[in-house]
């Protein structure tokens, strides 16, 4: 899964009335250009096979249509699958508001929150998962994702320091398609508590080998 980083920002313009814009300095078009660049910038400088997804959640000016706003805030969730790409955005995004901004003769006011790492897989915790499910639940009952999740997860902060895997288990009732399923986070979401035995079993599986191997 990606790791997960958040950016605000404000950009600092000066206020003034819609009838007279040469009077103020209007920070909202530099807000619409720093979006812009920013989805431009991960077109163009970050390899297309090691993605990197910056969603503008948040984007705020003023509060009547004939008034020039003193500040436009932002808010970013910036999501990466590697380190390296990581700490470039963190670098990149920082230059390129504070350039457009600096190209408008306005400041920019930026608030760098990191949050999660990649949840990067070790290829044999997998294999030790997989060993377990076959052997609690049977062939079958396991595959891997098609493609990498842009979900974020803190047990990415514990794959740092201790080699493992993380597993998802569905919930999703058996006359429902996952491919048309809402997500997990939404309001129609809908989970089915018969799953939840056999879960256990195969929790329950996978913390007696582990200990038996420790053992051994």
Known sequence: MAAVDKMSVDIVGKGGHGSAPHLGIDPVPVMAEVILALQTMVARKFFVFDPVVVTVGVANAGGAANVIPEKC??????????????EKMEKLAQEVVTGVCAAHGRTAEIDWAPGMYPTVNDADAVAFAVEQIETVLGPGRYRELDDPYVGSEDFAEVLMHVPGAFVFYSGLPADRDLASATFNHSATAWFDDCVIAEAIAFYCQLGWATLRDLAN
């Open 73 to 86: 805030h932002i808010e970013c969730s910036i999501r990466t699958f590697s380190v390296k790409h990581r």
